[in-house]
């Protein structure tokens, strides 16, 4: 999953016909969770921007169990990594990755410390049978 950009506030609904379109996170999560239902997937890789930055993402902390909360909620192992969004509210990725590792099925890792950056490890999925 890619580029969810929650917020603290409700968010701004973009690229919809819904009008009028209010709590933009609520309609997202809903979304996701039909997805998760129908797909019934082992794994889920959110791959960058889950905060949207542009100064709505002061309390990561609350983003990063908002966007989390549909795949904890049906006991799915996640993992995640960063977009250029997800840092740009003062919250760093360090900051962004221990909390993301307290989260319930999360497999994130701050990644080894001879590769610079966070967030840069390496998951080995393997075959549910032999």
């Not at 809903?30 to 959110?46: A, C, G, N, T, Y």
């Not at 192992?77 to 760093?92: I, K, L, Q, R, T």
Request: include cysteine; charge should be negative; proline fraction near 4%.
């Amino acid at each position: 999953m890619a580029d969810l950009h929650y917020s603290v506030s409700q968010g701004i609904c973009r690229d919809t016909l819904i009008d009028p379109c209010e709590h933009s996170d609520n309609l997202t999560n809903s979304l996701i969770s039909r997805v998760l239902d129908r797909e019934k997937p082992d794994l889920i890789v959110f791959s960058g921007d889950q905060l949207n930055g542009q100064r709505s993402s002061w309390d990561a902390k609350s983003i990063l169990a908002k966007f989390a909360q549909a795949v904890t909620d049906k006991g799915i192992p996640w993992a995640a990594v960063f977009g250029n969004h997800d840092e740009e509210d003062g919250v760093s990725k360090g900051q962004q990755m221990a909390l993301m590792k307290e989260l319930p099925y999360s497999l994130v890792e701050r990644g080894p410390k001879d590769v610079h950056g966070v967030g840069n490890y390496v998951l080995k999925v393997h075959s549910a049978d032999a």
